[in-house]
């Protein structure tokens, strides 16, 4: 049984369906975010985004006890929190570590399509870049 079949089991599908609709449009709008980053004008309002998107994540995977996806939510919100404080431009260290993130949470869309177990969260991803230039 996969990822879409456990939840599917578990929780309400009508739940199931909103959480993964709403997982769909955030991941498909979070690397142009990330890439906005760079840009001065565009970083304010990206990097509230992004935070958005990440506590979202966080708060329904914690829901429904996705708790891979929950910790790498939360280790990504801790560290968008502390881009907020920041002025641009962030490194370019930064800005590729949450494409790579960008990346996983793509791969688990792909596991929930596909009714996949979640993959496994790549070790390099917990690595925490410097986050300034």
Do not use: C
Not at 21 to 36: G, K
């Amino acid at each position: 049984m996969g990822i879409r079949s456990d939840l599917d089991a578990n929780f309400d599908f009508e739940i199931v369906d909103e959480f993964l609709d709403h997982y769909s449009m955030m991941v498909e709008s979070m690397e142009i975010m990330i890439l906005d980053l760079s840009n001065p004008e565009m970083y304010r309002r990206s990097v509230d985004e992004l935070f958005r998107v990440f506590h979202n994540i966080k708060s329904a995977s914690g829901y429904l006890k996705l708790v891979s996806m929950q910790k790498l939510s939360t280790l990504v919100e801790d560290e968008l929190e502390k881009l907020r404080s920041m002025e641009p431009p962030v490194s370019q260290e930064a800005i590729n570590w949450l494409l790579s993130i960008s990346d996983m949470y793509a791969k688990w869309h792909e596991d929930f399509k596909l009714d996949n177990e979640l993959s496994k969260i790549k070790y390099s991803l917990l690595k925490i870049p410097d986050l300034e230039q």
